[in-house]
């Protein structure tokens, strides 16, 4: 194991196999961690797992299927760090999926509650599986994924956004819950970050989207918010807990516009539906009249 600021630490990250959560495995890898991805597309974590071990982090990374909606796989996700590495200190809750889409008149049930079961339920049961484990241990970091679109209105899609904003609401109340235990609880929240899953293969009309809303004038890479993750994993953020920190090149600062940050929106959808991100599950989307 190499040194590092997270050297003898074990860290679990869900929807670890693209994005954010790949370049927070590369980093927390690259700063001495044991890394356990948790990813619902098996397909992506196997490779995932085979390229990060071309890169020489051999058996201290490993991959697990896991659907963070459901308890059973959460729960066993966790105790798995536990069994193979001897610890649990790190937990990035980050999996997550576009969510259902559209008009609020238009959205079905079963699409609003199935972007709250992999967005909100999935970093609540992230936050009290991880927490068992920690409280035997003597502590440690939670972090959960949360958005720029949970801090404000106006930023669609409306299910997105509401889970990210309950996300927040939770990860203050988690971090006062579990204080006494000296379990931190925070949450990161980027901006426009250059993910498949944020511009769905139309980089170029996202780029024109930043450019407007975003002061910053360089792209939010996934390795900007992989860095915050660092610090929060780490000791150097010992004395913080139940905060949020935004990493959206001053989007924030800037005042948040009647525009969607994401290529191809309009204020009005003309489209109804759910999309599942990078899980491999078809989106389910319709055309409205």
Known sequence: MGSGRLSGRTAVIT??????????AHRFLAEGANVLIGDYNEEAAASTIEKLRSDGHGDAVQVMRADVSQEGDVKALMGRAL?????LDVVFNNAGIGGAIGPIV????DHWDA????MMRGV??????AAKIMMTLGGGSIINTASIAGLSSGVPPTAYSATKAAVLSFTKNAAAEL???????NAVSPGIIFTKLMHQGRDELAETTMRIVQPWPERGQPEHVANTLVFLASEESSFVTGESIAVDGGY???????????????????????????TGRPRDVRKLS
């Open 15 to 24: 929807g670890g196999s693209s994005g954010i959560g790949l370049a927070t």
């Open 124 to 129: 609540f049961l992230g936050v009290k599986h």
């Open 115 to 118: 972007t709250f079961a992999v």
């Open 106 to 109: 238009e959205t079905e049930v």
């Open 252 to 278: 924030l600062a800037n005042g948040l516009l009647r525009m969607h940050p994401l290529p191809g929106a309009k204020t009005k959808p003309d489209y109804a539906g759910i999309t599942y991100g990078l």
């Open 179 to 185: 204080a006494e235990h000296k379990i931190r609880v």
């Open 83 to 87: 069994d193979v590495f001897g610890s």
